[in-house]
């Protein structure tokens, strides 16, 4: 069975920096593009940031570029996103996700899904 799972969530001041990891179990996505995906009540989920099979090609949402950062360990199957200099509005909760498909990136279809990490950000 294939699960994303999600931690290093929880409550910071503005200001103040986490690290989120996912990792892996049941398949190996050393060949698929990830990527990091937020929600807050009521609103779609959106793209936050996300990185090639290789890690050698990153891209970030606007709203995050410059202090948020993903990277990736293939040997551990595991992705990461260090968030600097968080503000309220990055309070959400964080969703990984992989593609389905190798050489792709999320979302798409059959993309696989963490169940989320929330993260809180007090003013």
């Known amino acids: 069975q294939v699960q994303l799972v999600e931690s290093g969530g929880g409550l910071v001041q503005a200001g103040g920096s986490l690290r989120l990891s996912c990792a892996a179990s049941?398949?190996?996505?050393?060949?698929?593009?990830m990527g990091w995906f937020r929600q807050t009540p009521g609103k779609e989920r959106e793209f936050v940031a996300g990185?090639?099979?290789?890690?050698?090609?990153?891209v970030y949402a606007d709203s995050v570029k410059g202090r948020f950062t993903i990277s990736r360990d293939n040997a551990k199957n595991t992705m990461f996103l260090q968030m600097n200099s968080l503000k309220p509005e990055d309070t959400a909760v964080y969703y990984c996700?992989?593609?389905?498909?190798?050489?792709?990136?999320?979302?798409?279809?059959?993309?696989?899904w963490g169940q989320g990490t929330q993260v809180t950000v007090s003013s």
């Open positions: 996700a992989a593609s389905g498909l190798p050489f792709t990136m999320p979302p798409g279809s059959g993309t696989y």
């Open positions: 049941g398949r190996s996505f050393s060949m698929h593009g």
């Open positions: 990185i090639s099979w290789s890690g050698s090609s990153t």
